[in-house]
């Protein structure tokens, strides 16, 4: 029973315009939330978080929106530039925002069109 | 600031035969972490280390895996005997405590 869904296996954008990243949990004990982007034969590398008490958080271009009544969580890149085009993986925790282990998605492939 | 170093980078073995791999974490960071990413899936935790003691190992295939974490520093994955279905890529992660787990490049595994 996967715990996090990434429902959009990939997902291709223009350059410039604004990438929409979906993400949906069944566990109502995650209260913190993250995004990995990964490249081929690369680790994922951190991205963007968010806690539960929060509905929001802006990094420059990424900002990741939480709504936890219906379990869902996006992220936005505005505007979407060729180096973003990766796997981007959505995670959570349940650990009180402590070092817990992750429950990952299966990923979003994002490609980046010029 | 180095990051977390993994070897091999790659390794095919054949089935039944056993293999190792090793992570160095991030300098400082108490809690290590060994993920198993499939093909196709999102990584999957396996076990996490707080210093030397295991936190939670509950999805480890105990009869085949084992870990490691001496002197709270470096850890040992080991596979024994190793099966078709364990190829992958391990990964390892650190954290210093604050809910972020910072990745090595991980060790692709096949197994043949």
């Known amino acids: 029973d996967q715990q996090v869904k990434q429902n959009s296996p990939s997902l291709s954008v223009q350059e410039g315009r604004i990438s929409i990243l979906n993400c949906d949990y069944t566990?109502?004990?995650?209260?913190?939330f993250l995004w990995y982007k990964k490249y081929p034969a690369e680790g994922p590398t951190f991205l963007i978080s968010?806690?539960?008490?929060?509905d929001k958080n802006e990094d420059g271009r990424f900002t990741v929106f939480l709504n936890k009544s219906a379990k869902h969580l996006s992220l936005h890149i505005v505007p979407s530039q060729p180096g973003d085009s990766a796997v981007y993986f959505c995670?959570?925790?349940?650990?009180?925002?402590?070092?817990?282990?992750?429950?990952f998605g299966k990923g979003t492939h994002l490609i980046i069109q010029p | 600031e180095a990051g977390v170093a993994q070897s091999p980078r790659y390794k095919i073995i054949e089935k039944r035969q056993s293999v190792a791999f090793w992570c160095n974490p991030i300098?400082?960071?108490?809690?290590l972490y060994w993920y198993q990413q499939i093909l196709g899936q999102g990584p999957k935790l396996l076990i996490q280390?707080?210093?030397?003691?295991?936190?939670?190992d509950s999805q480890l295939p105990k009869d085949r895996f084992s870990a490691e974490r001496l002197k709270g520093v470096d850890s040992t994955l080991k596979i024994q005997p190793a099966k078709l279905e364990d190829s992958a890529v391990y990964l390892c992660?650190?954290?210093?405590?604050?809910?972020?787990?910072?990745f090595g490049q991980g060790t692709r595994l096949t197994v043949v």
């Open positions: 992660a650190s954290s210093p405590g604050s809910g972020v787990a910072f």
């Open positions: 566990n109502s004990m995650f209260d913190y």
């Open positions: 968010i806690s539960s008490i929060k």
């Open positions: 995670a959570a925790s349940d650990g009180g925002g402590g070092a817990d282990g992750l429950t």
């Open positions: 300098s400082g960071h108490a809690t």
């Open positions: 280390f707080q210093n030397n003691g295991v936190v939670d």
